[in-house]
């Protein structure tokens, strides 16, 4: 008898799992452009939240350039915090980012998850329903990494978002998920058979190009470790328009063209309640964000906007 209920307990456990991967779908989420088929996106990179007097500063700024610029989506790649407590930060930092009203999605850089929360905890946060504005999902995704889809005005995809997870290495599995992204969804909804949807990569790390066309006496470029294959995808799948980068402090919003592909640093948010007198004074000057305009056009409109807190903001 004993060995019958043992028996029929292995069964129904058998078929509950298979119950759940047949009806297991990958999370879509989606951003509508509106009408004028534009998306209007700020981009932030390496607030790094630590917990000190100068998260108000970093609040004030970013609630600012959010009230001026009206942006209908926040792309933030990656290093939102730089604490021991991570977790602890991250939660008020989301807190506060998701209060801001306007739907957002951020990269995993490594200062994310350099404490005493795991990646997955940290997920989590990012993950919570609470949250009401959060984009951040575990859908068409490779690990830690994921993609959202940009609709028109006639509810249709032509637009991808891909945010990075640049806090490991990169590896041929990553970039075999990146092409085969790009080719299932365009092979879904595009109308042409072989045309490839566009699509924007947001990290944190950069790629080994930076340092070849971006680098300069003032900063070096940090490539994200084995991404030179990354990169030759990028190049040559001839999709993705845009990639914006972040961690290089100094890189002043730089940018440049390669092959009719736009890659440009974000600028970084690095404030430290230490700071102070020309230090302070220099970071004030190099802090600010980059608000583009994502289209089914290849060409997308890249602002730099410079905003630098008055004393009123000081830490």
């Given at each position: 008898m004993k060995?019958?209920?043992?028996?029929?307990?292995?069964?129904?456990?058998?078929?509950?799992?298979?119950?759940?991967?047949?009806?297991?779908?990958?999370?879509?989420r989606q951003i509508s452009t509106g009408d004028d088929n534009k998306l209007t996106t700020l981009v932030l990179t390496d607030i790094r939240f630590d917990g000190s007097a100068a998260d108000s500063v970093r609040e004030r700024m970013i609630s600012s350039v959010v009230s001026e610029r009206k942006p209908e989506f926040i792309a933030i790649a990656g290093n939102i915090v730089n604490a021991e407590n991570n977790g602890e930060i991250m939660k008020k930092a989301v807190e506060f980012i998701d209060g801001l009203g306007v739907p957002w999605a951020a990269s995993i850089g490594e200062l994310d998850v350099k404490g005493k929360t795991s990646k997955k905890g940290i997920m989590n946060i990012l993950t919570n329903k609470k949250l009401k504005n959060s984009m951040v999902m575990r859908g068409y995704n490779y690990e830690y990494n994921y993609v959202l889809e940009i609709v028109d005005y006639k509810n249709k995809v032509n637009n991808l978002l891909y945010f990075?997870?640049?806090?490991?290495?990169?590896?041929?599995?990553?970039?075999?998920?990146?092409?085969?992204?790009?080719?299932?969804?365009?092979?879904?909804?595009?109308?042409?058979?072989?045309?490839?949807?566009?699509?924007?990569?947001?990290?944190?790390?950069?790629?080994?190009?930076?340092?070849?066309?971006?680098?300069?006496?003032?900063?070096?470029a940090h490539a994200w470790g084995n991404s030179i294959d990354f990169q030759k995808a990028i190049i040559n799948l001839k999709s993705t328009k845009n990639v914006i980068a972040g961690f290089d402090d100094l890189a002043n919003g730089a940018q440049f063209k390669h092959k009719e592909i736009s890659f440009a640093y974000s600028r970084s948010m690095l404030f430290a309640s230490s700071m102070q007198g020309d230090l302070y004074r220099q970071q004030q000057v190099q802090t600010g964000c980059i608000v583009c305009e994502f289209s089914d056009s290849s060409i997308t409109n890249i602002n730099q906007i410079f905003k630098n807190p008055n004393n009123s903001l000081q830490a």
């Open positions: 060995k019958k209920i043992f028996a029929i307990l292995i069964l129904c456990t058998i078929l509950l799992l298979a119950l759940i991967g047949c009806d297991y779908k990958p999370e879509r990075v997870d640049t806090s490991v290495e990169c590896s041929d599995t990553f970039v075999e998920w990146y092409k085969n992204t790009i080719t299932n969804l365009s092979f879904k909804f595009q109308d042409v058979q072989g045309q490839l949807l566009n699509s924007r990569v947001f990290m944190n790390r950069p790629l080994p190009i930076y340092a070849d066309n971006l680098q300069s006496d003032t900063f070096e």
